[in-house]
């Protein structure tokens, strides 16, 4: 199991930028995918960004595209998420998860470990 606990959440206006981050302890980091999700009040939880074992491949929701980036530090098991050009609609509770196997996944069902989130909100 990998216990998972995301950090860099707040409030900003719309344009700005949040990083947030989430360090990973349990299983050996470099063997498992990570991934990005949120949950807006009143929606399902969806798919925001996911990064492979190595670091080498990544995957963004279309609605993120171009505006946010994953990246991951296997030596120091932590796994960021850098969010730029803020807008409204990407105020949710952001969850890092942990997936069960090695490849990049939009699915969380492919995703076996949850941290307990962070809020973001955006501002107009």
């Known amino acids: 199991q990998v216990q998972l606990v995301e950090s860099g959440g707040g409030l900003v206006q719309a344009g700005g930028s949040l990083r947030l981050s989430c360090a990973a302890s349990g299983r050996t980091f470099s063997s498992y995918a990570m991934g990005w999700f949120r949950q807006a009040p009143g929606k399902e939880r969806e798919f925001v960004a996911a990064?492979?074992?190595?670091?080498?491949?990544?995957r963004f929701a279309e609605s993120v595209k171009g505006r946010f980036t994953i990246s991951r530090d296997n030596a120091k098991n932590t796994v960021s998420l850098q969010m730029n050009s803020l807008k409204p609609e990407d105020t949710a509770v952001y969850y890092c998860a942990a997936a069960s196997f090695l490849a990049v996944s939009p699915k969380s069902g492919d995703f076996g470990s949850w941290g307990q989130g962070t809020q973001v909100t955006v501002s107009s």
């Open positions: 990064i492979s074992w190595s670091g080498g491949s990544a």
